[in-house]
């Protein structure tokens, strides 16, 4: 079974007089375990996409199914505790907590799983920073850290509660290449031992190239869906 369902799926925006389409009629089916690129340029939708599949925004029309059940039938809690437990978000600008040390920001969403100790907590801490190869900086703040290990922060962060899904709105965006393909290969690494569902954004080439299934999507529309089959795409 998909663990995302998107079934044509419309986002409209009001800006005033005018109408935006963000996206029109997406139908988009995300088995688990996939290393999923949604590739376009600037201004195509690619985060409203992504933000109704993490729950955090409502489409227009049509519906979204996590694991089989509709979101729009699900209570605020129920939705808080979905998210909590099956989502993780990771963001071009990293969106840490500038006040909280690395493991702080890794454990701040443990706090929403109440079946957790404080010695879960810290273990699952613990294990995540050092799977992005943070271990020795878990007392820096955000701002003592550059932006690869904040972005490995954020991976940290997305996982440690175990998520199933983990999405990623453009994560290269600030990052030189070199770090940006290190965050990528990362992800994949994690992708491939943990079976963590990963669906990021990007409109570069080259990281798009890195994934193992492909989004194409234009004005709000998906214009491709592509699988990587050796060294190549097909669509
Ligand atoms: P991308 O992530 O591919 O850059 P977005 O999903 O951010 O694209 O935006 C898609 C379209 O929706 C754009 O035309 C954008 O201006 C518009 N849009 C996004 N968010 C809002 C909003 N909150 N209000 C009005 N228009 C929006
Ligand atoms: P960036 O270039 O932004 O620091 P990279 O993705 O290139 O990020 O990864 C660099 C990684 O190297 C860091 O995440 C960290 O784990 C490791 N690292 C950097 N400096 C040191 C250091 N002085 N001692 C040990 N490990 C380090």
């Not at 129920?78 to 454990?107: K, Y």
């Not at 491939?192 to 299934?213: I, K, L, Q, Y």
Request: net charge positive; glycine share 8%; proline share 4%.
């Amino acid at each position: 079974m998909a663990i995302v369902q998107v079934e044509n799926v419309y986002k409209r925006y009001r800006l005033g007089e005018q109408e935006v389409t963000a996206l029109s009629d997406v139908t988009l089916s995300i088995e688990p375990g996939v290393f999923l690129a949604i590739a376009g340029p600037s201004g195509s939708g690619k985060s409203t996409l992504l933000n109704i599949i993490g729950c955090i925004d409502t489409p227009s029309a049509g519906r979204v199914l996590i694991n089989g059940h509709d979101v729009s039938g699900q209570t605020p809690d129920e939705l808080a505790d979905l998210r909590a437990r099956t989502i993780g978000f990771i963001f071009q600008t990293f969106n840490l907590l500038p006040v909280l040390s690395a493991e702080e920001n890794v454990e701040y969403p443990l706090l929403q799983l109440p079946e957790l100790s404080k010695a879960e907590r810290q273990k699952r801490v613990k294990h995540y920073l050092s799977m992005v190869g943070l271990r020795k900086y878990a007392t820096h703040r955000p701002n003592q850290l550059s932006g690869g290990q904040r972005q490995r922060v954020a991976i940290a962060r997305a996982l440690a509660t175990h998520s199933k899904i983990v999405l990623a709105d453009e994560p290269t965006a600030n990052l030189d290449r070199k770090t940006g393909e290190n965050i990528l290969r990362l992800m994949k690494m994690i992708n491939r031992e943990s079976g963590t569902t990963f669906v990021f954004s990007t409109h570069d080439r080259r990281v798009m190239n890195m994934a193992d299934r492909l989004v194409r999507i234009e004005d709000g529309e998906i214009k491709a869906l592509g699988m990587r089959k050796d060294d190549g795409w097909v669509f």
